[in-house]
Nanobody, 121 residues
């Protein structure tokens, strides 16, 4: 079983910055994709940024130029640096990973518990 633990959320003023971290632990043979999604009240969960293994990073149009995602394969971590934050960035941010515990098992989708980000003056 793989667990994802997020940290770094909080309250920030518009224009400020926050850094979210996510660490995967447990039985990990390989991780294909790690990334971040968010869900605002009354809205569907949406992609923020993902880092596929061996492929280019994907960003939502709404965060391009403001957010930077980075992944450490050796440590099984993914970090989301959020700059120039706007009130519309307010949401619960979830870490997601596509993992497998061994070479023969199918890929599993794993989600973290979520961390609240509130952008308000």
């Amino acid at each position: 079983q793989v667990q994802l633990v997020e940290s770094g959320g909080g309250l920030v003023q518009p224009g400020g910055s926050l850094r979210l971290s996510c660490a995967a632990s447990g039985k990990i043979f390989s991780i294909d994709v790690m990334g971040w999604y968010r869900q605002a009240p009354g809205k569907r969960r949406e992609l923020v940024a993902t880092v596929p293994s061996g492929a280019s990073t994907v960003y939502a149009d709404s965060v391009k130029g403001r957010f930077i995602v980075s992944r450490d394969n050796a440590k099984h971590t993914v970090v989301l640096q959020m700059n120039s934050l706007k009130p519309e960035d307010t949401a619960v941010y979830f870490c997601k990973a596509i993992t497998k515990p061994n070479a023969v098992t199918a890929w599993n989708e794993v989600w973290g518990q979520g961390t609240q980000v509130t952008v308000s003056s």
